[in-house]
């Protein structure tokens, strides 16, 4: 064997190696790095390669680096963000449809130019081959978008195995997997699993779901929400669906939990309280309490970035938890 080609599997080794590494939670040093925007109203994150977080703060897509904050105007209230490998910035908007801004420009995609069920597009996500997805659906009406650039496809229940049209909670997963949640009404909901061609029902007959975390295994979790019976969160479950399809129940302190995420070491945290908000995080066995309390905020979203920091988008702005 030649010497670049024992250096190169030499690297290869090493980095898989790293990527498997699965560091103890006790070694985490959980604190409270940041509070961003506060009093302001910030519904999603997003990070792009540069380290730089894209931050959905009302109409105004917000670039944050650090130590320069720099915004654009959309001209419509911001859903949901993702970036391709490109750096192209794709907002979710409540009624201009689908925006891309490329650093320079602004492009809109919408029912009048790119023949979307509806310009409301509350889900953006981008796989690893820079392919768009994004929910343009309702009741009865539309479902789940794909575009790789060139041409939009609109799946159905008209066109292919998806039962129910609305769709939410868009997640990559291991082999770039995407998942998502198809609900029609309530008891109906559905997990699904696409790979490549292929689709799969990876749960149903579920209530409804609130949110819902893909880890790097391949592994579900979401949390059944029974509110609109209930008018409660008090009666939320919180499930683990594994690769093999066994669903099973987690138990713990998790009461009251409206947000979930999992981490860059595969620990699920969930934040969420009643009359006070916490922040736990789940070792695979029980559920640990950070310590940090936070105000009575109502948090839109939980996001990681590359350095393992847990983004809390709320009412109040961005809470930054820095786990080392």
């Known amino acids: 064997m030649s010497k670049p080609w024992f250096l190169s599997l030499l690297f290869l080794l090493l980095l ?4 498997k590494e699965k560091i103890s939670f006790q070694d985490y040093n ?24 894209w931050i959905a703060g009302g109409s105004k897509l917000i670039h944050y680096s650090g130590n320069k904050t720099e915004s654009i105007n959309i001209g419509s209230a911001i859903y949901d963000i993702a970036v391709d490998k490109k750096g192209n910035v794709w907002v979710g908007t409540k009624d201009k449809g ?21 310009d409301l597009i509350s889900e953006v996500l981008v796989d690893n081959n820079n392919i768009v997805w994004f929910s343009s659906s309702a009741h009865q009406l ?3 978008m794909r575009y790789d650039g060139k041409t939009f496809q609109l799946f159905t ?17 291991p082999d770039n997997t995407v998942y998502f949640v198809s609900y029609g009404t309530v008891t109906k909901t559905t997990i699904y699993r696409i790979h490549g061609d292929q689709w799969d029902i990876v749960a149903d007959n579920i209530y409804w779901i609130f949110e819902m975390a893909v880890d790097h295994d391949g592994n579900i979790y979401f949390i059944e929400d029974f509110a609109l019976s209930s008018s409660s969160y008090n009666t939320n479950t919180l499930y683990k669906v594994s690769t093999t399809g066994k669903r099973e129940m987690i138990t713990g302190d998790y009461t009251y939990t409206f947000q979930i995420a999992v981490d860059n070491h595969g620990y699920l945290w969930g934040f969420g309280g009643y009359t006070g908000k916490r922040l736990r995080f789940f070792d695979g066995k ?9 105000p009575d905020i109502f948090a839109y979203d939980m996001k990681v970035d590359n350095e393992n920091n847990i983004w809390l988008c709320t009412n109040d702005g961005i809470f930054i938890i820095k786990t080392k």
């Open 16 to 19: 898989f190696s790293c990527e």
């Open 157 to 173: 229940p008209e066109n292919s195995p998806l039962e129910k049209n609305v769709v939410s909670n868009l997640k990559l997963g």
């Open 98 to 118: 689908l925006v891309c801004y490329d650093q320079r420009d602004l492009k809109f995609f919408n029912k009048e130019n790119s023949g979307f069920p509806r």
């Open 142 to 144: 539309g479902g789940l």
């Open 30 to 53: 959980i604190r409270l790095a940041d509070h961003l925007f506060s009093g302001e109203k910030i519904k999603t994150v997003s990070f792009d390669e540069k380290q730089g977080a």
């Open 286 to 294: 029980e559920w640990h309490n950070t310590g940090l309390d936070f």
